[in-house]
């Protein structure tokens, strides 16, 4: 089946520590997308990529880094200078040009930094 | 920047209609969107409608649009036990990367 597939779910760091999130997609979609969520509040964009070994800053990108060297993959790293990395992280694709824009996501990775 | 605000808690009973609000400001929005989040899931999109459309109806989902007061509106009819979950309002202008999101009404169904 066609979808997007982030690992790990659970992931445990410890201060001063870099550590990267898997998002692989089968779906074929152009664009990728990497989004940050904590309680009470909406998900905020951290980087996209619309084009292969091609990506922007979203609003929070500070202390994360991408790459986008397959289309099929969009990998992200939190590194030691994100301040406050504990989040819920949401990776996210479409299909450039697609009418409605919809946004397919995987099931998302809980990082906790102890 | 462009915000998106919807009310954080909705409780209703098992049978009853739920009703969920969102506001925004961008007026150039084009699509609106309602996604669905199980717990500790990613979000699944529900419905979207079109910024020139004043409603939309998908079996028991009841999308209202009023354009002018920028208030987007969801109803669930006959709401169930399965239904409780966060429910995010998000809207595009142009393209994906400028997709806003509310910050997502936990709905409780109670039986």
């Known amino acids: 089946d066609g979808g997007i597939t982030q690992s790990p779910k659970y992931l445990f760091r410890k201060e001063g520590q870099n550590v990267t999130l898997s998002c692989e997609q089968n779906?074929?979609?152009?664009?990728m997308y990497w989004y940050r969520q904590d309680p009470g509040q909406g998900l905020r964009l951290i980087y996209y990529?619309?084009?292969?070994?091609?990506?922007q800053k979203g609003d929070i990108a500070e202390g994360y880094s991408v790459s986008r060297e397959k289309k099929e993959s969009f990998p992200l790293t939190v590194t030691s200078a994100q301040k406050n990395p504990t989040a819920f992280y949401l990776c996210?694709?479409?299909?450039?040009?697609?009418?409605?824009?919809?946004?397919?996501f995987g099931e998302g990775s809980r990082l906790t930094v102890l | 920047g462009e915000d998106v605000e919807q009310s954080l808690f909705l409780s209703v009973r098992e049978g009853d209609s739920s009703v969920i609000n969102c506001t925004y400001t961008d007026s150039s929005s084009t699509y609106l969107y309602w996604y669905k989040q199980e717990p500790g899931a990613g979000l699944q999109l529900l419905t979207y409608?079109?910024?020139?459309?004043d409603m939309k109806q998908d079996q028991r989902l009841t999308v209202l649009l009023n354009k002018k007061d920028k208030h987007l509106s969801l109803r669930i009819a006959d709401t169930q036990t399965g239904d409780s979950a966060i429910y995010f309002c998000a809207e595009s202008s142009h393209n994906n990367n400028d997709m806003r999101f509310g910050a997502g009404t936990r709905l409780t169904v109670k039986p």
């Open positions: 990529s619309q084009i292969v070994n091609d990506f």
């Open positions: 409608i079109f910024s020139n459309m």
């Open positions: 779906l074929n979609h152009d664009a």
């Open positions: 996210a694709s479409n299909a450039r040009g697609e009418n409605t824009g919809e946004l397919f």
